[in-house]
């Protein structure tokens, strides 16, 4: 009989958090058309557009990827938007007619 040792328990992992570093790259394809698209932890994404194949979109990649950087490090999110607030919806000053406890008669399907 062979001693087995016991399995260590596998520690359960959550989500890794993001770092600085981190970088996702989006690429769709349709057609003769790309829509190339990056985007960083606590950044909005950055998109573009482009004809080609995906030899055309992964070659705007690193192209893409330094404009995007460099929006990020000026303003990483654009700025709220400051909306007013909407008018208050108007009241009826007619009221609601009495309903009367008949209820229509519905024709019988059955």
Do not use: H
């Not at 490090?73 to 009367?100: G, I, V």
């Amino acid at each position: 009989m062979v001693d087995r040792e016991p399995q260590e328990e596998v520690a359960k992992t959550s989500e890794p958090k993001p770092t600085d570093d981190e970088l996702k790259v989006v690429i769709v394809l349709k057609g003769n058309r790309a829509m190339v698209g990056v985007q960083s932890p606590d950044c909005d994404p950055v998109f573009t557009t482009l004809e080609g194949n995906m030899a055309a979109a992964l070659s705007q990649v690193p192209a893409l990827v330094e404009s995007a950087n460099a929006k990020w490090d000026a303003n990483p999110r654009n700025p709220k938007a400051d909306l007013p607030e909407p008018p208050p919806s108007p009241t009826s000053s007619r009221s609601q007619p009495a309903q009367s406890s008949e209820k229509p008669k519905q024709p019988s399907f059955f």
